[in-house]
C-alpha cells in the first residue's frame, strides 16, 4: 500500500468516525490484498515490517534501516531517515532478535564509506508479496517479491553509472552491536559461475541455527572487491560486486534459502521461480494471499476492512514452514528429517497463539492444523519435549510453560484427524512431566502444588499460572480418550493456581517452601525474567497475572468471595489509577493495569460476562479496538508477536473470543464491524450480522442464533463449523 493512500485512510477516519454505516458487501472475486497495509505496526512497538511476503513462507524480503537494540527486532522503523540494505528474513512482531540474513544493498556508481542510502518516502509501497521503493543517494529504484523459499529483487540502476551491490554476509539482526562481529561461526562462499554465488552460513543467535543459499543473477559479475574486515572477529566477508549491464539499467537477482544443502537451495528455486518473470512471482503471491483472506468477508468503511484484513495478514506471515519442495528439513537434532506430510512449520510462538491465533487457525484453515501438530510432534520426538517457542526447527526456550500442548489439545477435542492422538499424547505427557530445561522443574512443581520462590528464583507464580491450563488441556484430553489415571492427576494440577492465590491481597502472591507468603509484597511492581529486572512474574505483576485462570474462571470468582467482590476487584484492575512500579518495554496498552500490549491480559475483558456484566466488556472491547488497533505505522499497542495480537482483534470484531481456547466455546462480546461471513468446511458459511452498529451502539441489547432467541455467554466451534446464522441487535444503553 502506498503511502499516501495510508495518509488517506487516516484523514478518512477523522471524517468518518461518527458512522458505521455499511458499505457494498465485499464481492468474492475482490482483491483482498487492497485492504492490506503492511506499514501499519512498524512504529512504536509492534515490531511489524514492510517487507515482501508469502503466506507461511520460509523467506520475507525487505529493508532494513537498523539491525541491532529491541526497536529493531523486525529490522525495520518507519520514518528512518535511512535504509541499510535489504535481508531475506525477519521475524513478525516478535520482542527478540533473528534473522536478518543475506543483506544486500544496490547502488549506481562509485562506492562510498557508509553504503546507507536515504529514500523517496512517498515512493515507498507495500503490498500483500511486494515491497518498493527508490533509495534517492544509492540512485537506484528497488522492487522485491517472493515465493516461499525464493526472494526475487528487481534493481533499476542509472544507466550512466556503474551497477553495484553490497553484498553483506556478515550482517544479522542482533541485540546487540557487539555481537554483529560475532555471530557468524561458520561461512563458506562459492562463486561457481559469473551469474552464481553458493554458500552455507551457521550462526549463533536467539536459536543457533543454519542455513544454505543460492543466489543467482540475469547479468554477469564482471567485478568482485572484499572488503576489509570490520573487526577481527567476523567470519563472513562482504563484497562489492559489480554488473556487466549489457545495455540495461534493471538486474534481478533470486536468492532461494534451505536449512538442509545447497541442493536444496537450487532444487526450491527451481521449483518455485525457474525463470525471470517478476511479475509472474509476484500475482502468485497476490493469488495465494488471496486464499487467505477471503476467508472471511466483512461489510464496513475502508479504514475498518484496512485494519481487519491487516490483522489477517499479520496472522498468516507465520508460522513458517522450513521444509524444501521436498519436504526435507532440518530440526532440533541437526540432522536431515523427512517430513511425512511435506511441512515442517515452525516460529510458532506458542506462549503467544494459543491464545487466540491458533483457535482462529482451526476456523478460517482448518487444512492446516494436522500438519502444524505433526510439526510440533516431530519436533518434540527430536528434542525430548514438545516446543516452548521454536525458531526455524531450534529451540529458543523463549517464555514459560509448553503451550505446544493446548494447541494440540485443542486440536484434538475439535475432532481432527491426520495425527496420531496417541503419539500426540505421549510427547505432551513427556513435556509437563520430565524436567528437561531450566524451566520444567516438574519435581517441585508437584511436590509442593507450586513453585516456591526460595527455590525457583524467577518468573515462579507466573510458571504455576501458564502450567495450570496445559495440565487442564492435558486432563481433558486424557479423560475423552479413557485414560483415567492421567486424567486426576492432571486435573489436580491445573487447580495449584489456588495455593498461590493470597485472599489478604486477592491475588496470587509468591510463596517460599515453608509456605510463606512473600513479604513484603507490590501486587504492582512488573517483574521480566532477564537478570536486570527479575520477579516472579512474566512481563508482568500480580494485578495482572491474577486473572490468568482460562481454565476455572467460575473457580476464581469463588476465591475471590463471589461475583460481586470479584467484580470490585475486576473493576480496580480497569480502572484503578495507580501506576505499575517500574516499567517494561512488553507491558503496554494500558488501561489502569489492564496491559493488552502483552498477551496474559487479552481474555480479562471477557471475564466480565461471568460476572453477569457483559456490557461492561462490550464498551472495554469497543475501546480497545478504536484506541489500540489503528491504521497507521504506530496503530498497535504492543508486538505483534506473530499474529496475536491480530487474532484479539479479528475475534472480537467478529463478536467473540476463546477466553479458555480448548474448551470449544467463544465467550461472546460485541462486534465492531456490521456483518461478516466465514467460509468453513465442506462449503458451509457462518454469517455475523450487527444490526444498528454505530458509535454510540457498541452495547448488545439482544442476540439471535438462526433465527431463535441466544442467551448463553458462549457460542460454540461446532455450531460455526457446521455454519450459522449469529446476529446481534446493537443499542446505545449501557445498564445490565
Known sequence: MKKLLLYTIIVSIAITSCTFSKQETISKDVDYTQFVDPFIGTAYTGHTFPGATYPLGMLQPGPETG?????????????????????????????????????????????RDNMHSKYDLMSEEATPGYYAVKLTDNDVNVQITTSPHVAFHKYTFNKDKSANILADFQSGLVMDIRVLHRHIMDNEINFEDDKTITGYTKREGW????????????????????????????????????????DNEELNMKIALSSTSIAGAKANMAAEVSGWDFEAVRENAVKEWNRYLSRIHIEGLDEQKVNFYTAMYHLYIQPNNIADIDGKYVGPNDEISQSSDGKHYSTLSQWDTFRAAFPMYTLLSPELVPEMVNSMLDFSEQQGHLPIWGLWGKETYTMIGNHSVPMIVDAYL???????????????????????????????YDKYGYLPYDLVKEESVSRVMECGYNDYATALMAKKMGKDDEFEFFNKRSNFYKNLFDKESKAVRPKDSKGNFLTPFD???????????????????????????????????????????????????????????????????LIGQYAHGNEPSHHVTYIYPYLDRPKEAQKLIRQISTDFYKAR????????????????????????????????????????????????????????????????????DRVELNGEAYNKKTIFYKDIMNGANLVFYMTDNATE
Open 67 to 111: 539491525n541491532f537494540s529491541w526497536d529493531y527486532c523486525s529490522g525495520y522503523v518507519y520514518g528512518d531517515s535511512t535504509i541499510t540494505g535489504f535481508s531475506q528474513t525477519r521475524l513478525n512482531g516478535t520482542g527478540c532478535m533473528d534473522l536478518g540474513d543475506l543483506l544486500m544493498q544496490p547502488f549506481s556508481g562509485e562506492k
Open 207 to 246: 536459536a543457533n541455527r543454519e542455513y544454505y543459499y543460492v543466489i543467482s543473477f540475469d547479468k554477469p559479475i564482471i567485478g568482485k572487491e572484499k572488503l576489509a574486515k570490520q573487526d577481527p572477529q567476523e567470519k563472513a566477508p562482504r563484497y562489492i560486486l559489480t554488473f556487466d549491464m549489457q
Open 414 to 444: 475439535k475432532g481432527f484427524e491426520g495425527f496420531d492422538s496417541e503419539r500426540a499424547f505421549n510427547e505432551i505427557k513427556k513435556s509437563i512431566v520430565t524436567s528437561t530445561h531450566r524451566k520444567s522443574n516438574w519435581d517441585l
Open 523 to 589: 501486587p504492582y511492581r512488573l517483574a521480566h525474567a532477564d537478570s536486570e529486572v527479575g520477579g516472579h512474574y512474566t512481563e508482568g505483576n500480580a494485578r495482572q497475572y491474577t486473572w490468568h485462570v482460562l481454565q476455572d474462571i467460575p473457580g476464581l470468582i469463588d476465591l475471590m468471595g463471589g461475583k460481586d467482590e470479584a467484580g470490585i476487584i475486576l473493576d480496580s484492575l480497569f480502572y484503578t489509577t495507580k501506576e505499575t512500579t517500574g516499567t517494561l518495554s512488553d507491558v503496554t496498552g
Open 633 to 700: 505505522p504506530d496503530g498497535l499497542i504492543g508486538n505483534n508477536d506473530c499474529g496475536q495480537m491480530s487474532a484479539w482483534f479479528l475475534f472480537s470484531s467478529i463478536g467473540f473470543y476463546p477466553l479458555d481456547p480448548v474448551s470449544g466455546e467463544f465467550v461472546i462480546g460485541a462486534p465492531q464491524v456490521p456483518a461478516a461471513t466465514i467460509s468453513v468446511a465442506n462449503g458451509k458459511t457462518f454469517s455475523m450480522k450487527a444490526e444498528n452498529l454505530s458509535v454510540n451502539n457498541l452495547y448488545v
